[in-house]
């Protein structure tokens, strides 16, 4: 888990063995992470932001991460970073390495649960 990176978007996550305890924040990244609770599902994700990163952005299905979450969140992967907001929030960027490693560590925790 990269805590360096975590901390920079303040997050503190922790394994736990009470199912979907992974991030203890009350962020909006921590929120919206929090609709991501299979590890499938995160693995599928990462796999997208591996093709943007390494150029292949064009590759992506659908680069759209918000749809169907509910509470108005809008979430898209673009060729370099990573958009993340909700009604009544600012936007957040996150760079694509840091977005990837911060669903490293959520997968992690959800793992730690199987």
Excluded at 64 to 75: E, H, K, Q
Aim: hydrophobic letters at 35%; charged letters at 25%; glycine letters at 8%.
């Amino acid at each position: 888990m990269n805590d360096k990176v975590l901390q920079k978007y303040g997050l503190t996550m922790q394994k736990s063995p009470e199912r979907f305890h992974g991030i203890i924040s009350g962020n909006p990244i921590a929120n919206y992470i929090y609709n991501y609770r299979h590890p499938d599902d995160v693995a599928d994700y990462i796999a997208d932001l591996d093709l943007a990163i390494s150029g292949n952005f064009s590759l992506i299905e659908d680069p759209d991460y918000g749809g169907g979450l509910g509470n108005y969140w809008f979430a898209q992967i673009t060729p370099t970073h990573f958009e993340l907001w909700q009604e009544g929030h600012e936007k957040i960027i996150i760079s694509l390495n840091d977005w990837k490693e911060i669903l490293l560590a959520w997968k992690e925790c959800l793992e730690y649960n199987e």
